[in-house]
């Protein structure tokens, strides 16, 4: 584990309002942990979470390309 986060420096991490990133948790979006009142991502869930919402180089952009 490299470190923990609260959920608005996750937010700021991730590019985020502190609201969203509060949505994303209450959701179960975004993974976390709660020790007592706290709530806290780990750097690495959202290194998770980031890698999770790219999006895949299409395959017939070549194609695409060649017609332009």
């Given at each position: ?35 007592g ?32």
């Amino acid at each position: 584990m490299k470190g923990l986060l609260n959920i608005d420096d996750a937010a700021v991490f991730l590019g985020l309002s502190p609201w969203t990133g509060r949505l994303y948790v209450r959701n179960n979006t975004l993974g976390h942990v709660k020790i007592g009142r706290r709530v806290l991502i780990e750097i690495e869930e959202l290194e998770r979470f980031v890698n999770s919402c790219k999006t895949a180089q299409r395959q017939d952009a070549g194609v695409l390309d060649s017609i332009v």
